[in-house]
């Protein structure tokens, strides 16, 4: 297999369903594959997996190089209109490159879309960017046009992705709302006994309220919930600015 040689070229047609065409090359075990997808109605493609429910017309292209199990992906996706489970997007693109296979590896994903809403709730825009390496998962999230008027950057990383407990970090995010504005930063272990907070903090200018404690689902939670220079006239404005 490693000493075959060879160029492939193949296509498939499934009307109203799915189009596929590839390309590519195969020398010393090491496959080189370009293709091109269109699934016309990812409701029907996705019937066999009842837990992601899609619906849409998805595009998709890229490359597929290595030898198996170490496959890597360099590609895209798009759809005007996606939605899988209870996420609805539309002008939804993502750009990824990193290992296909396996739990190790560099991954990196981007993703962006506009009137983004969960469960019929809306999130306006968003793009998320995802860099795994090794155990760890970065992020940066951030939001516009949250509830009509807000904002939200969310970074931070996921570290012991494989582990038995996991741990959070949120570190230099903000939330806005109109002319208001507050910080994020956070530390959560999260396990199968349950979850434990060591900080998760939000603060307005000088008034910050801190959470801290520990669930356990089986027995008992025990959260503090610490106030610290609040003016709650201010705070209302950010969190219910109708009020």
Avoid at 81 to 93: S, T
Avoid at 101 to 122: D, H, P, T, V
Avoid at 177 to 184: E, H, I, R, V
């Amino acid at each position: 297999w490693e000493q075959w040689q060879g160029e492939m070229e193949a296509g498939m047609m499934l009307p109203h369903l799915l189009t596929l065409k590839a390309a590519g090359t195969q020398q010393h075990g090491l496959l080189n594959l370009d293709y091109e997808a269109e699934i016309d109605d990812l409701q029907t493609v996705t019937a066999i997996f009842p837990a992601l429910r899609g619906k849409g017309k998805v595009k998709s292209r890229g490359n597929i190089r290595g030898s198996y199990p170490d496959l890597l992906w360099d590609g895209m996706l798009a759809s005007s209109e996606l939605q899988i489970g209870p996420v609805r997007g539309e002008k939804v693109a993502v750009v990824g490159k990193g290992r296909l296979i396996g739990k190790e590896g560099q991954r990196e994903l981007s993703l962006k879309a506009e009137n983004l809403a969960i469960e019929g709730r809306r999130l306006g825009a968003v793009h998320l960017e995802v860099k795994q390496e090794a155990d760890i998962c970065r992020f940066n999230l951030k939001g516009e046009g949250l509830g009509g008027h807000g904002g939200l950057r969310l970074a931070g990383r996921l570290e012991r992705l494989w582990g038995p407990v996991r741990t959070l970090l949120i570190t230099q995010s903000s939330v806005n709302w109109g002319k208001q504005s507050a910080s994020l930063d956070g530390r959560v272990d999260a396990g199968p006994e349950g979850v434990r907070v060591h900080s998760l903090a939000i603060q307005h200018e000088h008034g910050k309220v801190q959470l801290a404690g520990e669930v356990l689902f089986a027995a008992k939670t025990d959260l503090k919930l610490t106030f610290d220079g609040i003016n709650l006239g201010k705070w209302l404005q950010v969190l219910a600015p109708e009020i």
